[in-house]
């Protein structure tokens, strides 16, 4: 079955806010170290981007012909988790969802 753009920024956007749920849990573990609840909020902003993202965004369009589960990527997963952890990370959330949808694609070719 072949993924929609509806499907592939639902499936975008959960898996960063999962990401998030993770930056929280190990937030409780550490509350020393105000990154980790930083870098949640900053992923869930970004998941509500990609939520705001057009139908028709070609970053979207992109995922959908792709037809990957976004949460079997590693490469995905470790990014997003480093995502403004370190607070010198200057990348808007537009920019952040770009170079994730290239990591899915550079996986799908390899």
């Known amino acids: 079955m072949t993924m929609t753009t509806e499907h592939a920024r639902a499936?975008?956007?959960a898996q960063l806010d999962r990401n998030a749920q993770w930056r929280d849990r190990v937030a409780e573990r550490h509350?020393?170290?105000e990154r980790?609840?930083?870098c949640?909020?900053?992923?869930r902003r970004a998941a509500a981007h990609v939520r705001?993202?057009?139908i028709d965004d070609p970053r979207l369009i992109r995922l959908a012909a792709l037809d990957v589960d976004v949460r079997c990527s590693r490469e995905f997963g470790y990014r997003a988790g480093r995502?403004?952890?370190d607070h010198s990370d200057r990348r808007t959330d537009d920019e952040f969802v770009?170079?994730?949808l290239d990591v899915l694609d550079a996986e799908a070719a390899a």
Not at 40 to 43: E, I
């Open 11 to 13: 499936a975008l956007a």
């Open 31 to 33: 509350p020393d170290d």
């Open 36 to 38: 980790n609840k930083f």
């Open 40 to 43: 949640a909020a900053c992923l």
């Open 52 to 54: 705001a993202l057009p």
């Open 83 to 85: 995502y403004r952890f």
């Open 98 to 100: 770009s170079e994730l």
